[in-house]
């Protein structure tokens, strides 16, 4: 039906360690999930538009991304750079009752 979101499992949330974050595949896209230190989970797009870095392999606070490559920022909750780049895709992502990660698209 038009308009339904469809789960996708990820895999369990005890794959990610608190302040890290791991990319995964979901049908062509690769996308970046955080376990943030202030509880919660976060999903962006996994490839830094600056200059394709592994966003998954950034620094992670409470709220932001910082690429590995050359340091651009972004912001975990609306995508938006920090440092001028063009912003990230946002993804619904949640953990279900059996601490799997979901992420609806």
Do not use: K, N, W
């Not at 789960?7 to 302040?19: E, N, S, Y």
């Not at 991304?65 to 975990?76: G, S």
């Amino acid at each position: 039906m038009a308009g339904m979101t469809t789960g996708h499992r990820l895999g369990p949330l005890d794959d990610i360690p608190v302040g890290e974050g791991r990319a995964y595949a979901v049908g062509d896209l690769m996308i970046a999930v955080f376990r943030l230190r202030g509880g919660g989970v976060r999903a962006v797009s996994a490839v830094c538009p600056h200059a394709g870095g592994p966003l998954a392999d950034g620094l992670v606070d409470r709220r932001l991304v910082v690429c590995p490559l050359h340091q651009h920022t972004f912001d975990l909750s609306t995508g938006c750079s920090t440092t001028g780049q063009p912003p990230l895709t946002v993804y619904p992502v949640r953990v279900d009752a059996d601490d799997q990660l979901v992420l609806e698209m």
